[in-house]
């Protein structure tokens, strides 16, 4: 299904910058926010490109054109080959299921349009692989391409990287990640698309591990070279969703309807990884859907040889900075409020103190993108570094499903031999 496209965009005046037309596909969560981010960045960053969101794309025609009146985008389609083909298209940004990032983001690639594209980059490494290739032909050729790892745009996480990096730490010598959710504790939330292997690849793994592994690497500047982990499915089958309860597009904080049957969770519902980095640091992962109560709770702390820094999403505006320099009597982890013009991003906003939210690292990320494809740049992180995380995805898997280097612990306190307990 087409809506008439609107005329072809006019081109920039003389002292106007280029336009940049953007196609998202995808409308739900995560089309929302990127929406209301293309739509936001121009106002509060000088981008060097005029982005403008020329067209949307979603299976329903009717639920793609209430999203399109909502965020003021002139063009519907229904088929997300017809705007990776359209000429007047400069750049794809993919907000589907992970099954669809692969084939959307290779043919506009090879199209030659700029990608964007939501985390994690693929469902396999053998997917993530096509797509790095894909992306290091199309820049030879102008086309650049970013895998959308949002949160390291929150500036308190960015400015934990620059702290790091000036050494403020030290050696790092401990990396401790969480991201916590709980949208799935109850048994009878539905089977959504999010917990079906062949959509989504994994479950919370993929989904928010992906995140912690990317912020941990990001933030530390390390590399994870090896992981020993567990994954668990808490909820091994779930109500089916009413046909008619859209359930299946919202696939996420969704509740309600469904029509009886019941399907297999057929992905991780949690997984704890442990796991060493090419600088010699160990690091523990906790990324679960079962934390109850906690909603979106992403922890991470670094530990080095001079101080350690402690983030909580939960206070995104704040990073915690324990420094080894201090004397004793007065050293403490000291709360930094992290919205000074001098700090990464937050002088484009607010004067210090009023804070940002989840949205507006959606915002920085759209604006580096466009940054990046006005001055022919490469954007991080690029699909090459989207890959590297799922092949960290695809060892964690791996190591679960062997059970490599188990050891089972009887859980009795009697002595080898003896009947009676001990402390009886
Ligand atoms: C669901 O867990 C989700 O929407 C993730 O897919 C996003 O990446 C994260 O930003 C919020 O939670």
């Given at each position: 299904m087409t809506s008439q496209p609107?005329?072809?965009?006019?081109?920039?005046?003389?002292?106007?910058?280029?336009?940049?037309?953007?196609?998202?596909?995808?409308?739900?969560?995560?089309?929302?926010?990127?929406?209301?981010?293309?739509?936001?960045?121009?106002?509060?960053?000088?981008?060097?490109?005029?982005?403008?969101?020329?067209a949307v794309c979603g299976r329903d025609a009717s639920a793609a054109q209430?999203?399109a009146?909502?965020?003021?985008?002139?063009r519907v389609e229904t088929d997300w080959?017809t705007?990776?083909?359209?000429?007047?298209?400069?750049?794809?940004?993919?907000?589907?299921?992970?099954?669809?990032?692969?084939?959307?983001?290779?043919?506009?690639?090879?199209?030659?349009?700029?990608?964007?594209?939501?985390?994690?980059?693929?469902?396999?490494?053998?997917?993530?692989?096509?797509?790095?290739?894909?992306?290091?032909?199309?820049?030879?050729?102008?086309?650049?391409?970013?895998?959308?790892?949002?949160?390291?745009?929150?500036?308190?996480?960015?400015?934990?990287?620059?702290?790091?990096?000036?050494?403020?730490?030290?050696?790092?010598?401990?990396?401790?990640?969480?991201?916590?959710?709980?949208?799935?504790?109850?048994?009878?939330?539905?089977?959504?698309?999010?917990?079906?292997?062949?959509?989504?690849?994994?479950?919370?793994?993929?989904?928010?591990?992906?995140?912690?592994?990317?912020?941990?690497?990001?933030?530390?500047?390390?590399?994870?070279?090896?992981?020993?982990?567990?994954?668990?499915?808490?909820?091994?089958?779930?109500?089916?969703?009413?046909?008619?309860?859209?359930?299946?597009?919202?696939?996420?904080?969704?509740?309600?309807?469904?029509?009886?049957?019941?399907?297999?969770?057929?992905?991780?519902?949690?997984?704890?990884?442990?796991?060493?980095?090419?600088?010699?640091?160990?690091?523990?992962?906790?990324?679960?859907?079962?934390?109850?109560?906690?909603?979106?709770?992403?922890?991470?702390?670094?530990?080095?040889?001079?101080?350690?820094?402690?983030?909580?999403?939960?206070?995104?505006?704040?990073?915690?900075?324990?420094?080894?320099?201090?004397?004793?009597?007065?050293?403490?982890?000291?709360?930094?409020?992290?919205?000074?013009?001098?700090?990464?991003?937050?002088?484009?906003?607010?004067?210090?103190?009023?804070?940002?939210?989840?949205?507006?690292?959606?915002?920085?990320?759209?604006?580096?993108?466009?940054?990046?494809?006005?001055?022919?740049?490469?954007?991080?992180?690029?699909?090459?570094?989207?890959?590297?995380?799922?092949?960290?995805?695809?060892?964690?898997?791996?190591?679960?499903?062997?059970?490599?280097?188990?050891?089972?612990?009887?859980?009795?306190?009697?002595?080898?031999?003896?009947?009676?307990?001990?402390?009886?």
């Amino acid at each position: 299904m087409t809506s008439q496209p609107t005329s072809a965009s006019p081109e920039a005046g003389p002292t106007e910058p280029r336009p940049l037309r953007v196609a998202l596909i995808g409308y739900s969560f995560m089309g929302s926010i990127h929406a209301q981010a293309w739509t936001t960045a121009p106002r509060f960053f000088d981008l060097g490109i005029a982005p403008r969101l020329s067209a949307v794309c979603g299976r329903d025609a009717s639920a793609a054109q209430q999203f399109a009146a909502k965020f003021g985008i002139p063009r519907v389609e229904t088929d997300w080959r017809t705007l990776v083909e359209d000429p007047e298209i400069d750049a794809v940004d993919i907000c589907t299921p992970g099954n669809l990032h692969a084939p959307i983001a290779i043919a506009a690639l090879e199209a030659g349009k700029h990608v964007l594209c939501e985390k994690p980059l693929a469902n396999s490494v053998e997917e993530a692989e096509r797509m790095a290739l894909a992306a290091r032909d199309a820049r030879a050729r102008g086309a650049l391409a970013m895998v959308g790892f949002s949160y390291r745009r929150t500036p308190a996480l960015a400015y934990a990287r620059e702290l790091v990096r000036e050494g403020r730490l030290g050696t790092i010598r401990h990396i401790r990640a969480q991201y916590l959710q709980d949208w799935i504790v109850d048994e009878d939330f539905p089977l959504v698309w999010r917990l079906e292997r062949d959509k989504a690849g994994s479950g919370a793994l993929g989904d928010i591990g992906a995140h912690i592994l990317d912020l941990a690497q990001y933030v530390s500047g390390h590399r994870i070279v090896g992981v020993s982990a567990l994954t668990e499915t808490f909820v091994k089958s779930r109500p089916l969703p009413a046909a008619s309860s859209g359930l299946q597009a919202v696939g996420l904080h969704a509740s309600g309807a469904h029509d009886g049957g019941r399907g297999a969770v057929t992905v991780d519902d949690a997984a704890v990884v442990i796991a060493r980095t090419d600088e010699g640091a160990l690091a523990t992962f906790e990324a679960t859907r079962f934390a109850t109560g906690r909603k979106n709770a992403i922890r991470l702390e670094l530990n080095g040889s001079k101080g350690s820094l402690a983030f909580d999403f939960e206070s995104l505006n704040e990073l915690w900075l324990y420094d080894g320099v201090d004397p004793a009597p007065s050293a403490g982890f000291r709360r930094i409020l992290v919205t000074e013009p001098e700090h990464p991003y937050a002088g484009a906003w607010w004067p210090a103190g009023h804070g940002l939210g989840y949205d507006h690292c959606f915002v920085h990320e759209v604006a580096d993108f466009a940054r990046a494809i006005a001055r022919g740049e490469q954007p991080e992180p690029s699909f090459g570094d989207g890959l590297q995380i799922q092949r960290l995805l695809e060892a964690v898997e791996d190591s679960a499903a062997g059970r490599a280097q188990w050891r089972d612990v009887a859980t009795s306190d009697v002595p080898a031999g003896n009947a009676a307990t001990v402390g009886a």
